[in-house]
């Protein structure tokens, strides 16, 4: 029995989809899609059973079909290619925009990648490759060569109907860049700039010369880092001549600083960083991925362990010690936690800068001491009166924790800020001196000076 289905517009119905498949009502189906955003439909498509992937994709309209291919899942895309003619190929790369063509190579296997160039149409070849000769995580590697160019010697009349002409298959239409000859940049003048200026007016009297822009070279997280400062939709991206090559979209800057926090918080939490969805990687690769730094870690460890072995003396005449490690341990590896997250977030958004060391680590100091002091008072209440009684003996005992207390988190505080500021000095990534890597060193440090001054106090 067939069953008519209306598409009502908002978020789509997967069932409703479903079914007009199931009852062959492709052409509803059809203008359906068309009706939602290409980023719906792929998701749709990704969780179609894999067999009827490619017999579905192939009912999309052309324009419609690189406009979805380009929001897919990479083990989709693949898929999906896997399954195309030669000439299908050919026409989904030349209608993807350059950078997420160069998005889709980055992430297929080298046959793959071959058989897209062989396929490709050699001005979409040649701008891909220009693309790809770039840096990895440059301004050039992830922008686009579709953009707006105008003359500043044009009527807005002119510019307009310029835009008609050469917009449909640009980028953005909603800025257009004015340039030379050469292509130097020269100025930047917006849609609302055009529609609200006098026919005959001149872009050279309307343009914005004052231009934010990138280079080719610029590391992409800065890029959208500035694009966020500024509230820009697009940056402009020229050479080390000037020339305007490409723009980077607020979109990309956006999958930009998505893509960074994904790394950052995997390397905060001691974990390589894969570029892959947690569904989409393999037990293998996540095992590769995490074990590294494991092993690091824990043979970093076992300086802890060392440490505890030569004092082993002392805690067989002080049992009581011993009770209060793992607290102690555990208070200065939070408070390492806590600076060094705070500073290399800081560092990530430009906030703090390793020329700010100073001021940071007075910060840090007065921060710290009043976070020891509260602590170490509340220690030594809990230590003295709860957990050992009170009495002239558990005093000291109660005296060496708090002080172990406020001592070690003045020194976390302090290394928390202080490494992550080195390693970005040195040119390094600072979130590798998150957490887990703080915890490890202030573990070791916390010991040392745990037993250091119940040496003096104690006399052991």
């Known amino acids: 029995m067939s069953v008519n289905y209306e598409y009502t517009g908002g978020a ?4 409703a989809l479903l079914a007009l498949l199931d009852n062959r009502q492709y052409s509803v189906f ?3 899609v068309e009706e939602l955003n290409p980023v719906d439909v792929a998701e749709f498509f990704g969780r179609l059973p894999e067999e009827r992937q490619a017999a579905v994709f192939r009912l999309l309209k052309k324009d419609t079909a690189a406009e979805v291919f380009a929001e897919l899942e990479s083990d989709v895309q693949e898929r999906l290619i896997h399954a195309m003619s030669d000439r299908e190929i050919g026409v989904i790369v030349d209608d993807l925009f350059s950078d997420d063509a160069v998005t889709l190579l980055g992430e297929m296997p080298s046959s793959v990648v071959k058989r897209i160039m062989k ?5 979409t070849r040649a701008e891909i490759n220009r693309l790809l000769s770039y840096p990895e995580d440059s301004a050039g590697s992830v922008m686009t060569g579709e953009f707006l160019e105008l003359r500043k010697s044009m009527t807005v009349t002119q510019a307009v109907e310029t835009i008609r002409k050469t917009g449909l298959d640009k980028e953005t239409v909603y800025v257009a860049y004015v340039t030379d000859a050469q292509r130097r940049l020269e100025g930047v003048v917006s849609l609302k700039d055009l529609l609200f200026a006098a026919p005959d007016a001149i872009i050279e009297d309307i343009m914005e010369t004052n231009i934010t822009s990138a280079t080719t070279h610029d590391d992409q997280e800065t890029v959208a880092a500035a694009i966020s400062k500024y509230d820009l939709l697009v940056m402009p991206v020229v050479d080390m001549e000037g020339r305007l090559v490409g723009i980077v979209t607020v ?5 930009v600083m998505e893509e960074e926090a994904t790394e950052d918080i995997e390397k905060m939490a001691a974990i390589l960083p894969t570029d892959k969805p947690y569904l989409k990687t393999s037990v293998s690769e996540t095992v590769k991925a995490r074990v590294p730094w494991l092993l690091i870690l824990m043979l970093s460890a076992t300086v802890t362990g060392a440490i505890i072995t030569h004092y ?3 805690l067989g005449t002080w049992v009581v010690l011993t009770a209060f ?3 102690i341990m555990g208070t200065g590896g939070n408070a390492g936690g806590q600076s060094s997250m705070t500073i290399i977030r800081s560092l990530s958004l430009g906030e703090v800068v390793p020329g700010d060391v100073l001021r940071v680590l007075w910060k840090e100091l007065r921060v710290s001491l009043l976070c020891g002091i509260v602590m170490g008072l509340a220690t030594f209440v809990k230590v003295f009166l709860i957990d050992l009684h009170a009495d002239s003996a ?3 005992v109660a005296a060496v924790v708090s002080l172990t207390l406020v001592v070690t988190v003045v020194l976390a505080k302090l290394v928390g800020a ?6 970005k000095k040195v040119g390094l990534d600072p979130a590798v001196m998150a957490s887990p890597f703080v915890t490890t060193i202030v573990d070791a440090l916390s010991l040392l000076l745990y037993f250091k001054i119940a040496s003096l106090l104690l006399g052991i």
């Open 30 to 32: 059809m203008q359906t």
């Open 418 to 423: 202080l490494l992550p500021i080195a390693v």
């Open 312 to 314: 082993e003396a002392a």
């Open 251 to 255: 979109d990309d800057a956006m999958d």
């Open 12 to 15: 789509y119905d997967e069932e």
């Open 394 to 396: 558990n005093l000291i």
């Open 325 to 327: 490690m793992p607290m």
């Open 119 to 123: 396929n490709a149409k050699p001005e």
